[in-house]
């Protein structure tokens, strides 16, 4: 994580085991804008996509959806466009990503589904096939039975390598919704208010349009995974991600059991940053 193969521009500030707290978070970066952030982000994942060109069976990408990942798909997407058509056709068939949540009675196709943001933001441009890509169903008679078996399907893989995850304003990961439990596996979840709300946007800002239910891996996946990307922008997360370092870890913030997790990488802008305590001294 070190080195400078990183890209260090515009990076305002970095620093490994926060004061704050034991080993929380492992490194946080601190990037002067959006741009900035995603290259750096994306510089990252390169070297780890490639490393695991070399492994024999790597654990499947942890992915996450949400208007913070749309800038880094993007760039991703652009940088694996630069790969030799060898080194990208390898990286295409040995492709294995679990997402983190979908949205229940909506249909697959529906614009949107997170199905369909994958498609639009990764599967498609990459031409990555779709079964490389698992996300759970959205229409389905059982959705607890597609929660278990997207659950046994994950543990079949091993788990998780390295998990991207965005962050709610109420402090959810994925879809797990305050409050939540450490040991909350994958699930069906009623989405709350504040998230149904959050994610209006994308269903033409009618409340009533966004879906009451959604399936998500739970902390218990999340927190199994090796590493986590919890990347978080804009000023509107600022009190948020402050709360991750100055709250008690409770059900009531459920990404503040992250701290609880010993490879976690925090890659954020300044607004998101600008009201973490005690971070430029
Ligand atoms: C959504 C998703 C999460 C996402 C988060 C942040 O509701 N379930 O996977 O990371 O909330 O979303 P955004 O990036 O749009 O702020």
Redesign the pocket.
């Known amino acids: 994580m070190e080195s400078d193969l990183l890209g260090r521009k515009n990076l305002l500030y970095t620093k490994s085991n926060s004061k704050c707290m034991d080993n929380f978070p492992k490194r946080i970066f601190i990037y002067n804008d959006s741009a900035s952030l995603s290259e750096a982000i994306v510089n990252s994942l390169e070297r780890k996509l490639r490393e695991r060109l070399l492994e024999n069976s790597p654990k499947p990408l942890g992915l ?7 800038p880094i798909y993007k760039a991703l997407v652009r940088r694996l466009m630069t790969w030799s058509k060898v080194e990208r056709d390898k990286l295409l068939d040995t492709w294995c990503s679990f ?3 979908e949205y229940i009675g909506i249909s697959a196709n529906d614009s949107k589904s ?1 199905r369909s943001y994958m498609i639009k933001n990764l599967a498609s441009p990459l031409g990555l096939n779709l079964e490389k890509l698992k996300i759970p169903l959205s229409q389905t008679d059982n959705p607890t039975e597609e929660a278990n078996s997207y659950k046994n399907q994950l543990n079949r893989f091993g788990g998780i390598g390295l998990q991207l ?5 109420n402090g ?4 797990n919704e305050p409050p939540c439990e450490k040991n909350a596996s994958c699930r069906v979840e009623k ?1 709350s208010f504040s ?1 149904r709300e ?2 209006a ?1 994308a269903f033409h800002c009618d409340l009533n349009k966004v879906p009451s239910h ?1 399936i ?1 891996l739970g902390l218990r996946e999340i927190l199994d995974s090796d590493e986590i990307y919890l ?1 978080v ?2 000023k ?2 600022s009190s948020i991600l402050s709360d991750l370092f100055i709250s008690p870890v409770s059900p009531n913030l459920p990404a503040s059991w992250l701290r609880f997790h010993k490879e976690v990488y925090i890659w954020t802008d300044k607004s998101a940053a600008s009201e973490i305590p005690n971070l430029w001294h």
């Open positions: 996450a959806t949400g208007r913070t990942m749309e997402n983190l949540d997170f995850l965005g962050l709610g304003k959810h990961i994925g879809f989405l998230t959050q994610n946007y959604a998500t990347i922008t804009g509107e997360k």
